[in-house]
């Protein structure tokens, strides 16, 4: 047995769970208000006999007992472990090589917050100092903010913080491999950062592991982030998010913006939610890690960043991170008004010429507004492409379908695909099922022979279905072979993250959609996860041939995909059983509607696989 396996046998998820939230008895379960999002009825519910959670509300998340450590604490897996490993009394062994990565690590926290405290002092109390000082109260900063932010000024000489760091007991190395400090051809080494106001990033635990650095001359870059290092990576670190979480969860969302003083501002003027990118784009480890802490993510965008394509593409990040939910709304019309991702993600656009810096030294109530003004993406999408062309003119409506076709035809779920081709369709002014035909010829079949009637008139939804057993052993072959096989990265959009009910394969599965090389995932891993990562790569499987691989691997993703819908069932049996209110049981078999759509797609799609595998074999080639 892993340690991770002993851990959940010692650590019961109703007790554990219980002392953060206040748990009813529901049957052979327990339900309560949702910690992570606020609520007045309940929709989350802990099932004992799977050791499991699951909110059924806008969380719309799930898991093990790490998967809640790591969402209520905002903690990576790592920490979760530990955590959990230490409340049931298991010791957790560690090889030579796992000790000296830790040290590794703990190093370069070290000498990073060594060097935030360097910095920090040369601001607060040198005569070089003073103008950025001067300046940052110029930029509305006051003194409270630079402290708490512990922003810095790096001296202009060449090895001031390397002398610093090499005086307190840190290698010339390490020094190096914390990007602080740059090698020298002639051998040797020199300050990276010179001259240049200095912003400590932390990560979500509060460990400063890098730093922004803007000049205050002509210098170029005007900005500077520390480069790639064991600890720090600007494409998925989130400035400011150790300090917002708490108000991020307490929000209900998060914004997100796109500078360090535009962050530092709005802390200061009472907007503690807010978070900030390095110069990157929105990318899905940043979605990934709000996620854990709330459903919902706006964008803070001037005017002309809203237009720009580089919107589109978060659309798709948004997706991939976040899935998507089922939640359909049936009229006796058979229109779709709603269907929205498992997380939304809003567009707030600032007025031209503002950046949120600025609007919110103007005026916090106008900063407010344009927050709460915020409309969901891909509405926001169909108005930038709208905008673009004449909507009134027949040339003007085919660029507007064809320019949007490409997204709507991306989305996944059959229903809220289903909802913007009903939007587009009105819009352009043309028939439905011919836009529908146009995009998707399955759709128009789809919306052909899909009806939606009142509410409640299928008893079979209602009917709970019988415990099911989710096959662990098949999460870690399927897993595996991911991880494994060549080409595989070419099927990762047909799994997602969700699929995986334990935590340690869900983590390396989230990795592996970012680096799928073994050798570079291995090392984006916490050190805990090493060794189920290796069982994983040495798991072998019963044929040798390239075929023969690649048909397992995707009967095996139709068996996890399947497993997962069936478990979503027999969820939404229990969540039926224990609902009093009318409305929210009409929500919940408009959901079971979506639902029995995918597994009637996941039961064409096996049996076509099956009838393919059939013709093969008839034909003399299996």
């Known amino acids: 047995m892993s340690v991770i396996e002993e851990i959940k046998q010692k650590i019961d998820i109703v007790d554990l769970v219980s002392e953060h939230v206040s748990l009813h008895k529901a049957g052979h379960n327990f339900k309560a208000i949702c910690p992570f999002h606020s609520e007045k009825d309940p929709s989350f519910f802990v099932f004992p006999d799977r050791q499991s959670w699951k909110c059924f509300g806008s969380c719309s998340t799930g898991g093990d007992i790490f998967a809640f450590v790591m969402k209520k604490e905002s903690m990576e897996f790592g920490d979760a472990l530990r955590l959990l490993a230490e409340r049931a009394g298991v010791t957790l062994l560690s090889s030579p090589r796992i000790e000296a990565e830790r040290e590794e690590f703990s190093r370069l926290r070290q000498i990073n917050l060594a060097a935030s405290q360097f910095y ?16 940052l109260t110029g930029r509305g900063v006051n003194q409270a903010c630079i402290e708490s932010f512990q922003l810095g000024f790096s001296p202009g000489e060449w090895e001031s913080l390397l002398t610093y760091l090499k005086e307190r007991g840190f290698t010339e190395k390490e020094i190096i491999m914390s990007g602080l400090a740059i090698q020298r051809d002639t051998g040797g080494a020199y300050d990276r950062f010179r001259s240049r106001l200095m912003f400590p ?118 997706k991939g991170a976040f899935g998507e939910t089922l939640a359909p709304v049936a009229t006796w019309r058979g229109v779709i008004q709603e269907n929205v991702l498992a997380g939304e993600i809003k567009v707030a656009i600032l007025p031209p010429g503002k950046d949120p810096d600025e609007l919110i030294r103007q005026s916090t109530e106008d900063w407010k507004r344009v927050i709460n003004e915020a409309r969901p993406l891909v509405d926001h999408i169909f108005d930038v492409v709208c905008k673009r062309h004449d909507i009134s003119s027949a040339t003007g409506k085919s660029r507007i379908v064809e320019e949007l076709k490409e997204p709507i035809n991306q989305i996944k779920d059959p229903v809220k695909k289903l909802h913007y081709i009903q939007k587009l369709a009105g819009l352009v002014r043309v028939e439905v099922n011919s836009l529908a035909a146009i995009i ?76 799928p090389d073994t050798e570079k995932l291995k090392k984006r891993l916490d050190v805990s996860l090493h060794d189920h990562f290796e069982y994983l790569s040495k798991i072998k499987f019963p044929f040798t041939d390239e075929p023969g691989k690649q048909k397992a691997l995707k009967d095996c993703i139709l068996r996890l995909r399947e497993n997962y819908f069936k478990d979503l069932k027999y969820r939404e049996g229990i969540l039926l059983s224990n609902l ?30 099956t009838r393919h595998q059939r013709g093969t074999i008839e034909n003399g080639k299996g």
């Open 120 to 135: 920090h002092n040369f601001l607060i109390n040198t005569r070089e100092g003073k103008p950025i000082i001067q300046y």
């Open 201 to 318: 990033i932390r990560d979500s635990r509060g460990n400063t592991v890098g730093f922004g650095g803007r000049a205050t001359d002509d210098s170029m870059p005007k900005y500077m982030n520390s480069p790639q290092t064991p600890i720090f990576d600007k494409s998925g670190i989130l400035y400011g998010l150790d300090r917002a979480a708490p108000a991020i969860r307490k929000a209900g969302q998060a914004i997100l913006v796109e500078g360090y003083m535009d962050a530092i501002m709005a802390h200061q003027y009472g907007s503690e939610n807010v978070v900030a990118t390095m110069g990157t784009s929105l990318s899905e480890k940043h979605v990934l890690s709000l996620k854990k802490l709330t459903g919902t993510i706006v964008l803070a965008l001037d005017a002309d960043a809203a237009g720009e394509a580089a919107v589109l593409r978060d659309s798709e990040v948004a």
């Open 440 to 515: 998707n010829k399955k759709e128009a079949a789809f919306m052909k022979t899909t009806r939606f009637g009142k509410a409640g008139t299928s008893r079979e939804l209602i009917k709970p279905l019988p415990r099911l057993k989710i096959s662990k052993p098949i999460e870690e072959f399927c897993l595996a072979m991911v991880i494994q096989l060549p080409g595989s990265a070419d099927l990762g959009e047909e799994i997602k993250a969700e699929y995986f009910e334990n935590s340690e394969n869900r983590v390396i599965f989230e990795n592996w959609l970012d680096e």
């Open 580 to 609: 009093n209110n009318k409305d929210d049981a009409t929500k919940v078999l408009a959901d079971g509607i979506a639902l029995n759509v995918k597994l009637k797609e996941l039961f064409t799609e096996k049996k076509a696989t």
